[in-house]
């Protein structure tokens, strides 16, 4: 599907009645990448959050997280004028599309949170006009764009709904939205037509299905790369048993031949989307999701498995213990769900201390400087692979490095 043209091309100043399209929760890692697209592609865009503070940092210019490419972005879209900043429900514009990118976390029993997309929409309704696009983008329990079709409907109102999901990998958004297909799905053809031609302003092709079809795939999408890396840590772990240096098996399986070359590496699978997606497709799956599960228990279990492992050689109780990258994947300052946090848990009530440190982390005050990590400890571990840590000389101190990333290190496993 192509909608060349799409993109509105007047010069009125950026006030919120005269917005093209509204991003609610514009101010997060999702909102962020997707108003500056829009922006970049010629939308005034009202960039609608309950964040304050997160729009103030925006309106004056700067990321409240790291999101490559963004900063240019921002200040070319504020040089032009292109962005208001809103946070009351009443002020969400009455015409253009309204996109939800909230937060869609899952339950202390691993089961998704419907009220807060129900809580959202029910704020913002008194607002929105009856024809007015309303696109679901956060990732979503299957069946939620249906459930949301007969509420509008029990509410007497007649918005136009499509769900259109984000498939980015955080931080790197806005390059990955010039390049990747569009899921479109919408429960009318007039909503699905109006999603198509909105993201065909910024999406390089756009692939229509219905909203349970939409759901699913995005949910398979996560859940997939998930147990990816759960097939990569269990790989580890049993070359690990073995006695056998996995490095040098996962050079061997994938040197030159193509079938293995998508295999990731090992190492701490973390973040606030892929097991929160997976633990979603398990609920709807009724915990049918065997695989899922399993990845869950694998992912999640290596971090102990790797704090058992050094009970057993060490006594910690005397040792120092570094943590390396706080952050949940490498390159990033975002720490939601990071495993390492779950690592300096798990070594607090078995190690003489434990000190961390990440070159990008800015929310945590117990970070250290690297130097000083690396002069006090004992024993390292490298949580998160920052490319600042590969080539860096650890005077021959032990670490453990699940990645295979560093070079000069002495590895223990
Ligand atoms: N982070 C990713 O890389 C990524 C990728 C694909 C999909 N997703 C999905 O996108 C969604 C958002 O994730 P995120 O990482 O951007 O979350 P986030 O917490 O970074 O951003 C959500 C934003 O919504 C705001 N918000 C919350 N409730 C609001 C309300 N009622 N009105 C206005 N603003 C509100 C918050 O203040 C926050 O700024 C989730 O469903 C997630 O699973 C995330």
Redesign the pocket.
Known sequence: MNFAGAKPTTTKPARLDTADLTI??G?????IPLVLAFAEAGYRVNV????RE?LETLRAGRLPFIEYGGEALLAKALERDRLVFT?APADISRGGPVVI????PIDEFLNPVRKVVQ??ID?LLPHLADGQLLVL???VFPGTTDWLDGHLKRNNRELKLAFC??????GH?IKELKETPQIISATTPAAEEEAAKLFSAIAPELVVVTPREAELAKLFNNAYRYIEFATANQFYLIAKAAGVDYRRVSDAMKRNYPRARGIPSPGLAAG??LM??TAQLAAFAQNQFSLGNAAMLVNEGLVLHLCDDLRRRYDLSRMTVGLLGMAFKAEIDDTRASLSYKFKKALASLAGAVLTTDPFVTTDPELQPLDDVIARSDLLVLCAPHAAYRDLDFSGKPVVDVWGFLKNANVIS
């Open positions: 609610v929760g101010g997060g890692h999702v909102g609608h959050d309950t964040n997160v946070s990118t909230i937060g869609t809580d959202c704020a983008r956060s990732t999901p984000e498939r980015m990998v955080q958004g606030p989307c929160k997606d």
